[in-house]
């Protein structure tokens, strides 16, 4: 299935990446590529995960990173919606635009 970021998620992944590669660059490249295979994975597997707060919306656990990837499925695509550190309290917002 084909997989969309909404622009709240790819500022998310921005943000992780662009904070973590200050501290560690190699960090930064292995959480990235933690994310790709998971986000690989959903795409595949789109009712993997475990359904969250958020109505139609699943939330999967990235490996052994503290993030969790949110998405949904609409028009038969996969929506990335957020991505969020896993110690923050749980994410309970609307879901955004999800234009491109």
């Known amino acids: 299935m084909r997989v969309r970021f909404a622009p709240r998620a790819r500022s998310d992944l921005t943000h992780i990446l662009a904070y973590i590669d200050e501290r560690s660059p190699r960090g930064a ?6 994310l790709k295979k998971a986000i690989a994975l959903i795409g595949r597997h789109p009712l993997i995960g475990r359904p969250s707060k958020i109505e139609e919306t ?5 490996g052994r990173y503290p993030y969790l990837i ?13 991505i969020r550190h896993a110690s923050r309290r749980p994410w309970e ?3 955004s ?4």
């Open 29 to 34: 490249r292995n959480v990235k590529q933690a």
């Open 93 to 95: 917002d609307e879901l």
């Open 70 to 82: 949110y998405w949904s499925i609409e028009a038969g695509e996969v929506w990335i919606v957020h």
């Open 58 to 62: 699943r939330v999967f656990p990235i």
């Open 97 to 100: 635009n999800r234009s491109d």
